[in-house]
């Protein structure tokens, strides 16, 4: 068994020092690496022999065109830009050994081959580039076939102490599914689980490889501006496996779905040598495409060279999307496992309790009561005791204080548990949630017809990503909305074209809320509107600036016999603001509150909803809006709506065909 703080001690020196995770108090070192590797990427080596030999090997590295192979744009993350020109996608200046390795593959691996012949003493805390990129050394040692004789191979000895720690037989693909409350969670996300052996009745144990954004303290609309912009460095860190299911499992409640990858002995060498040179890189991270899930793609290409799956994505990566390329090449993924979250474990035990159970269960979670149940023939007092203490874990795992009172009950509680002796099986075998794959493409384009009051009309819409609330929600958050550039260009008899809308972000969660999650439910929309007004007895249409954003709570029978049979009522209040001529003093804002209901069976779906604004504050005339809506889906790409809609001065009915892709 490897010695944990050794263990640790490296994983610390992979994080910070190859530029993971780079605290401020280390940027001396970090400036001497980058001035050291451009040096070693000038190297000439003082014997004339070493000379003659690293001559001969460049000249046989031009003369075999290796700058130009896959592999090697690979491992430099080379891409051809929309003007044609080629550029690496790592955006560290420490990753290149060249000052043009950014963009000229020769000169890197000129310069690379430049640095194995490295002679000079290397600085404490750093290392020999042979140890710095063994991919690259192991790779050109192939092609080149390297003579030890004429060239010293240097022993790496963090490096294969690291490798050797890790030493993962097989890896998974794990993907965590949405969660609305967060921001950062709305896409969802895969990283990577490196499964050893030794733990195989304990991977909790394993490993994990996540690529991720390091934002550091920033408010919501900074965050999402410069998520969406390529504001943040991202950047691929090393953890154990157990803290990254707690983070998402427990602390935010989002169900795991682990495809483990067929993975030949060359591939994980490979894997490992490159997932140590990730260590140096640093990349520009967006929300939309170069994301977490773009760039485990690439790295396992490296690993998996016959893999070419990053080219078929299209320009925005959606995670749960990746999985369905994973699944699509032949024989890669050989296993699926469910990985419950830690409220679908409550529900799991609530949904197997009876209603003698589930009474005493509501009872025990108001914490302030305080109570031990009773031994009864018709209680499972594990299972219910159990159910009380994930509801704990549920509430406060991310609380900065809890209740004196509640944290001296489920002490109180702890100990009850352990006198406890009728075990229970939970019945976890069918997910609470499905699977990314189930999931209909992002993207979708639509066209409609339909009659209004002021005259017939034929519309046609884009939406760029990712799905509405009349989408089928397998794969996705139910009860959710998350769309960009979501554009409506429409027609009327005998007039000219119009902008209807267009929502450059709008975000729906509206989760139920329950005595367990609490969970409140919101709505942001922002983007351009059409308002209809009236101006001499004439009722006109005019697009204006729109931002609409209320918040509120939605109810359902979560926990019924029939989950979910009653739909999902909301009940949302706040503002919205309006800016056009039309307008008195050119702007009209006040309060608005909305009724929303819909409800899912299988291929069909209802929304309806209606909203009150007030805007009398500017001095405007107050409006209603009331919207009834019908979608049948023919499968995950094809759908059919039927809508009924009306406001102030204006109805109208249309009907809608969807084609997502």
């Known amino acids: 068994m490897f010695p944990l703080y050794l263990l640790t001690l490296l994983l610390i020196l992979f994080t910070t020092s190859l530029g993971a995770i780079e605290p401020p108090s280390n940027i001396n070192i970090l400036d001497l690496d980058f001035l050291t590797a451009r040096n070693q990427g000038k190297t000439v080596p003082k014997s004339p022999k070493s000379q003659q030999y690293l001559q001969e090997l460049v000249g046989e590295a031009k003369e075999k065109h290796l700058a130009e192979e896959t592999h090697w744009y690979r491992l430099l993350r080379f891409k051809k830009t929309r003007w044609g020109y080629l550029e690496s996608e790592v955006d560290n200046k420490r990753y290149f050994l060249d000052e043009e390795g950014k963009h000229n593959p020769e000169k890197e691996l000129v310069a690379t081959l430049h640095s194995f012949f490295t002679e000079e003493p290397i600085p404490e805390g750093l290392q020999h580039p042979q140890c710095y990129y063994p991919e690259r050394y192991h790779w050109l040692k192939e092609k080149l076939k390297f003579d030890q004789s004429r060239l010293m191979e240097v022993s790496c000895e963090r490096f294969e102490a690291w490798k050797d720690a890790l030493s993962p037989d097989s890896l998974s693909v794990v993907f965590s599914s949405y969660y609305m409350q967060a921001p950062a969670s709305m896409f969802g996300h895969t990283l990577l689980k490196l499964n050893n052996k030794e733990n195989e009745n304990a991977e909790l144990l394993d490993y994990g490889v996540n690529y991720a954004a390091t934002p550091g303290e920033m408010d919501p609309f900074s965050y999402a501006y410069r998520g969406l912009t390529g504001g943040y460095p991202g950047s691929f860190a090393i953890f154990p496996y157990y803290l990254k299911v707690n983070e998402y499992n427990d602390m935010e409640s989002r169900d795991l779905w682990e495809y483990k990858l067929k993975l030949k002995p060359e591939d994980r ?19 939309i495409n170069e994301n977490c899930s773009y760039h485990l793609m690439e790295i396992l290409e490296v690993a998996m060279p016959e893999l070419d799956i990053s080219k078929k994505t299209g320009w925005i990566v959606a995670p749960g999307d990746t999985i369905k390329l994973y699944l699509a090449e032949d024989g890669l993924v050989i296993s699926r496992k ?17 209603e003698d159970e589930r009474t005493t269960y509501w009872e025990m979670i108001r914490f302030e009561k305080a109570f031990l149940p009773e031994p009864n023939e018709n209680l499972r007092l594990a299972l219910v005791t159990d159910a009380v203490l994930d509801t704990y874990r549920y509430r406060y795992t991310t ?45 979708r384009v639509s066209t409609s017809f339909g009659s209004s009051s002021l005259g017939n009309f034929a519309e046609f819409q884009y939406r760029i990503a990712y799905h509405d609330l009349l989408n089928v929600s397998k794969g996705h958050a139910p009860n959710s909305e998350l769309a960009f550039f979501d554009t409506t260009v429409r027609t009327y008899e005998n007039k000219k074209p119009e902008l209807t809308s267009m929502s450059a972000v709008k975000v729906t969660s ?25 101006n001499n007895d004439e009722t006109l249409r005019k ?43 050119g702007v009209r804002y006040g309060a608005n509150a909305s009724l929303l209901y819909q409800q899912e069976w299988g291929v069909w779906k209802i929304y309806a909803g209606t909203t009150a604004q007030n805007y009398q504050l500017s001095h405007n005339l107050n409006t209603y809006y009331a919207t009834f809506k019908i979608r049948y889906a023919f499968s995950n790409t094809h759908e059919l709506r039927v809508e009924v809609n009306g406001e102030r001065f204006y109805e109208e009915a249309l009907v809608s065909y969807h084609y997502l892709f």
């Open 269 to 287: 060498e490979r894997f490992l040598r490159h997932l140590w040179e990730m260590g140096r890189a640093d990349f520009d991270y967006f929300f």
């Open 338 to 354: 469910y990985r419950p979250s830690l409220y679908s474990k409550i529900k799991y035990k609530i949904f197997d309790m009876s």
């Open 543 to 585: 697009q204006v600036g729109n931002f609409d954003f209320r918040f509120g709570y939605s109810f359902s029978n979560e926990f019924g016999k029939s989950p979910m049979s009653m739909g999902v009522l909301s009940v949302l209040a706040g503002v919205k603001v309006q800016n056009g001529r039309m307008f008195e003093n």
């Open 399 to 443: 609380k900065d204080s809890v209740p004196k009172q509640h944290k001296e009950y489920y002490d109180k509680l702890l100990i009850f548990r352990s006198k406890l002796n009728d075990e229970y099986t939970p019945n976890e075998q069918i997910p609470l949630s499905t699977p990314p794959e189930a999931s209909h493409p992002v993207s």
């Open 510 to 534: 509206l989760n139920p809320y329950n005595s367990i999650s609490k969970d409140f439910s919101y709505s942001l929309d922002t983007g351009i509107q059409t308002a209809v007004y009236r």
